[in-house]
């Protein structure tokens, strides 16, 4: 079963990743924005293709980079 292990947040908290652990030990990331949409708030998954990482340190880069581009934010240390 797959499990989220770890979430990113961009400064506005308007969008988010999360790094996920495979039932097969490899990790991938999901990106996601924040919506809101006629009352309705949630998250809106943002497709970035599937890539399967070997690390969970790995995994935390790639995952804050897609972070960087998905949110076009500014980040503290970046």
Request: glycine share 4%; aromatic share 12%.
């Amino acid at each position: 079963m797959e499990r989220v292990i770890q979430e990113f947040f961009s400064p506005s908290k308007n969008h988010k990743v999360q790094i996920i652990k495979r039932k097969d030990g490899l990790y991938t990331t999901e990106s996601y924005r924040w919506m809101e949409d006629c009352g309705y708030e949630f998250w809106s998954y943002i497709s970035q293709g599937l890539t399967l990482i070997d690390s969970k340190e790995h995994a935390q880069k790639i995952a804050m980079e897609q972070l960087i581009e998905c949110s076009r934010e500014r980040f503290k240390n970046t």
